[in-house]
């Protein structure tokens, strides 16, 4: 566990520092670019999730669920809380796809993250309601623990 969250962490401050996305004005329901262009109603969940070495990851997802020009995009902030170096922040953003079905449930929403890049780069979220989500393995399956692994709408 310690490895995968290691990189992870690594995974995320490549992506961070390679994806610059031009600066934006946030509105209560939608998102407006710097070139004036609407972007969709975005939807927010938040949690903390496990972490072996740290006293959890404070966990923001954003997704855009409207998809106003045909691409679906998340925004993803990662707070690694009480590391040997202080609270430390991951932020990431991409491309998300919907697909049915998981490992464990055929009937599952499933929401991938980064669905066009290296497997060590996506996350899978499973819709457990309309408020809330479950993060996934690397194989899609639920993760057997007594830990909290759910995000909740905000």
Avoid: H
């Amino acid at each position: 566990m310690k490895y995968l969250t290691l990189v992870t962490a690594l995974l995320f401050l490549l992506t961070t520092a390679c994806n610059q996305a031009p600066k934006q004005q946030s509105t209560a329901d939608s998102t407006i670019t710097a070139g004036g262009t609407t972007e969709g109603q975005w939807v927010t969940y938040t949690g903390t999730l496990p972490c072996a070495d740290c006293g959890g990851i404070l966990t923001k997802l954003s997704i855009n669920e409207t998809e106003t020009d045909g691409n679906r995009r998340f925004k993803l902030t990662e707070t690694y809380q009480a590391t040997k170096n202080g609270d430390q922040d991951f932020n990431s953003e991409g491309a998300y796809t919907i697909i049915k079905g998981s490992a464990s449930d055929p009937n599952a929403e499933v929401i991938v993250l980064n669905p066009d890049k290296d497997k060590n780069l996506q996350r899978y979220f499973q819709k457990v309601s309309a408020d809330e989500l479950r993060m996934l393995d690397g194989e899609q399956k639920i993760i057997q623990s007594n830990l909290n692994y759910t995000l909740k709408k905000q």
